[in-house]
């Protein structure tokens, strides 16, 4: 009896592995290698999920360029070395490296003897307008009554000379002692002062919104030399890329056009910048020409001195190209994995060209409006292999 029972038991386990081979999916089979090169996946299988798509697209890519390496500058429109107004002593600085300030933000103070004697002279300046303004109304008071006195011959003319003298005298000292009172108040405007108050101390502020570059200042330090930079404040809005273009080839290049960046910091990615000068002059030792584009910055990436190549872009034409992503290399072979039918891909040999940021070229293999696998392929090229 157990003997009957093991062979009916054996029959029965042959059935099952015996239906398998029907050529259907099982929707508990994940993937299955149909034929050398095709994979299908069930539409109910989660590694569907895993595979992305997309469509075989054109796109205009440079045919002939120029490419030169380069470097990120500071746009030279958009910095500022900070001067101190007076010579003092370092209150406070309010700032550090790499702190983004706004325009007319205070930056340091300075405690400054240079303050009180402005503030000094502006007053002095006030009072002397005060005396030359009496000094001019007697004077034109004098010059009346005498003219008066002259009309009916009370007094020789010489003295209504004399009195229209001193008028225009005193007229002229009014008008200086307004000019050094107008000096005096532009001085305070200059330093920030508040006329009439003594022992202010001088807020330097910023002469343009940026970023702080470099501090060369600390408080408590005197400072007398004003000539001597504090800070460096930069605009990095916007950045200018620098490049050495032999002279060669200095006919392709023009100001205005576009031209393509791509920088270590940031593999696999382009940008795209302007030239806006190209120097009048070539360098007799390299037999270059300084070539600057300006190229937008409004998130702060891209930081002064990070190298990088340009291209010169000479023309263009439309190409076919797919996600770099996409290739697979197997061997001396390059090959994608092009959607057949939902579920169906296919692999297939391509040949590609050079490569454009995120893209490459393909010269052969794939078509535009193609469904190929830009994420995934080397699972199906695992799946593939198992045939």
Not at 93 to 107: A, S
Not at 164 to 175: C, F, I, T
Request: aromatic share 4%; with cysteine.
């Amino acid at each position: 009896m157990k003997h009957v029972l093991c062979v009916l038991t054996t029959l029965a386990v042959c059935v099952g592995c015996g239906s398998r081979h029907d050529g259907t999916v099982d929707a508990q089979t994940p993937a299955v290698a149909a034929a050398a090169g095709t994979v299908v996946i069930p539409a109910d299988s989660p590694m569907l999920g895993q595979i992305k798509r997309a469509i075989v697209a054109t796109q205009d890519l440079p045919t002939d360029e120029i490419v030169t390496p380069g470097k990120i500058e500071v746009n030279p429109n958009r910095i500022s070395k900070v001067l101190l107004p007076v010579a003092g002593r370092i209150v406070a600085v309010l700032v550090k490296t790499g702190d983004g300030v706004r325009k007319d933000q205070p930056l340091l103070t300075i405690d400054s003897p240079d303050a009180d004697a402005a503030m000094t002279a502006s007053l002095s300046a006030e009072a002397t307008v005060m005396q030359a303004r009496t000094a001019l109304a007697k004077a034109t008071a004098d010059s009346e009554r005498l003219a008066d006195l002259f009309a009916h011959n009370a007094v020789a003319q010489k003295e209504v000379l004399n009195a229209d003298s001193a008028l225009a005298q005193a007229r002229a000292a009014l008008a200086q002692a307004q000019a050094s009172q107008e000096q005096g108040q532009r001085r305070l405007a200059v330093l920030g002062l508040t006329p009439g108050s003594f022992k202010q101390q001088v807020v330097v502020a910023s002469p343009l919104a940026g970023k702080v570059l470099d501090l060369s200042v600390v408080p408590g330090e005197f400072r007398n030399d004003t000539t001597a930079s504090v800070m460096t404040i930069a605009d990095l809005s916007t950045v200018w890329v620098t490049s050495q273009v032999p002279e060669t080839y200095i006919r392709f290049v023009q100001p205005g056009e576009r031209v393509e960046i791509s920088l270590v910091a940031y593999p696999g990615e382009t940008f795209e910048g302007r030239v806006m000068r190209i120097a009048d002059t070539v360098d007799p030792q390299t037999r270059t020409v300084k070539v600057q584009a300006v190229l937008k910055n409004p998130d702060g990436r891209f930081r002064p001195e990070m190298y990088g190549l340009i291209h010169h872009v000479e023309s263009t034409a439309a190409m076919t190209v797919i996600p770099y992503t996409a290739l697979v290399q197997d061997g001396e072979r390059t090959v994608v994995f092009v959607e057949r039918a939902p579920g169906q891909f296919v692999e297939r040999d391509v040949t590609v060209g050079k490569r454009a940021g995120n893209v490459v070229r393909i010269i052969d293999g794939v078509s535009p409006g193609d469904s190929i696998v830009v994420d995934g392929a080397m699972l199906l090229a695992g799946l593939a292999k198992r045939t």
